[in-house]
C-alpha cells in the first residue's frame, strides 16, 4: 500500500512553455502534499505544502505565481511550472501523506524537467 | 530554521558495517526519518526514530539518537552492494505540518 505515482516521469520543453506535472496516491486519501525540488548531487528542498481543497503554503524564496499548485482532491495534487527558464530545470519530487494523521509521508518516483 | 548535516560520502566493503551519522539544530523534531535514494529514483522511507526512543532496530537497520548532541545515525549491518545509494536524514519539524528537513546526503559506495 501506500503507494504515490508522478506523471510524467520526465518532461523536455521549450523556453516560455507551461508544463503541469501530476502527483496521485494510488491507494489513500492524502489530504496533505509536499512539492520538492531538487538539483543535481543536492538535497531536497521543500517548495511548497497543499492541503486538500485549501490554497498552498509556500516556503520563503518559492515564487508562487511561477509554481502554482493545485490540490482538487484526496488523491491529486498538480504543479504547474509556468513561463519555463532553463534555470528551472531539475527533479521534482511530491509526497503524500493520508488523512488517517499518520505522520509518515509517502514520496513519488520524481519527474525530471528539462528546459531548453 | 533547521539545519541538517551529513558527510557526504562513505565507502565500506561488503560484508561490513556501515554508519551514517547527521546532526541537526531544531530540538522540537519529534519524528526522525531515513531515507534511501537511488540514481534517478524517488525516496524509499528506510526507517524512523521517535524523539523519546534513544534506539530503534528494524532487521539490518539500527537508528541511534542522542537528544542532548542533536545526533542521529544510522548502522547497516552486513552492508550489501545493493545498499549502494544516497542516505538522507530527514528531521521532522515538529509543526502542524510535520514538514521534512532534508540533509545533505550521504552517498554510500559498496566495495565488492
Known amino acids: 500500500g501506500a503507494v504515490v505515482s508522478q506523471h510524467p516521469s520526465w518532461v523536455i520543453c521549450k523556453s516560455g512553455t507551461s508544463v503541469k506535472i501530476e502527483c496521485r496516491s494510488l491507494?489513500?486519501?492524502?489530504?496533505?502534499m509536499f512539492w520538492y525540488r531538487q538539483f543535481p548531487k543536492q538535497s531536497l528542498m521543500l517548495m511548497a505544502t497543499?492541503?486538500?481543497?485549501?490554497?498552498?503554503?509556500?516556503e520563503q524564496g518559492v515564487e508562487k505565481d511561477k509554481f502554482l499548485i493545485n490540490h482538487a482532491s484526496l488523491t491529486l495534487s498538480t504543479l504547474t511550472v509556468t513561463s519555463a527558464h532553463p534555470e528551472d530545470s531539475s527533479f521534482y519530487i511530491c509526497?503524500?501523506?493520508?488523512?488517517?494523521?499518520?505522520?509518515?509521508?509517502?514520496f513519488g518516483p520524481g519527474t525530471r524537467l528539462t528546459v531548453l | 530554521g533547521e539545519d541538517v548535516e551529513q558527510s557526504l560520502f562513505l565507502s565500506v566493503r561488503e560484508g561490513d558495517s556501515s554508519v551514517i551519522n547527521c546532526t541537526y539544530t531544531?530540538?522540537?523534531?519529534?519524528?526522525l526519518y531515513w531515507y534511501k535514494q537511488e540514481p534517478g529514483a524517488g525516496l524509499q522511507l528506510l526507517t524512523y526514530?521517535?524523539?523519546?526512543?534513544d534506539m530503534k532496530q528494524d532487521q539490518r537497520l539500527t537508528v541511534l539518537l542522542n537528544k542532548k548532541d542533536k545526533h542521529l545515525s544510522l548502522r547497516i549491518a552486513d552492508t550489501q552492494t545493493g545498499d549502494s545509494a544516497i542516505y538522507f536524514c530527514?528531521?521532522?519539524?515538529?509543526?502542524?505540518?510535520?514538514?521534512?528537513?532534508f540533509g545533505t546526503g550521504t552517498l554510500l559506495a559498496v566495495q565488492p
Open positions: 509526497s503524500a501523506r493520508d488523512f488517517t494523521g499518520m505522520h509518515e509521508q509517502f
Open positions: 491507494d489513500f486519501q492524502a489530504t496533505t
Open positions: 497543499s492541503n486538500e481543497g485549501s490554497k498552498a503554503t509556500y
Open positions: 531544531d530540538s522540537s523534531s519529534t519524528y
Open positions: 526514530i521517535f524523539s523519546n526512543m
Open positions: 530527514a528531521p521532522a519539524d515538529g509543526g502542524a505540518t510535520n514538514k521534512l528537513i
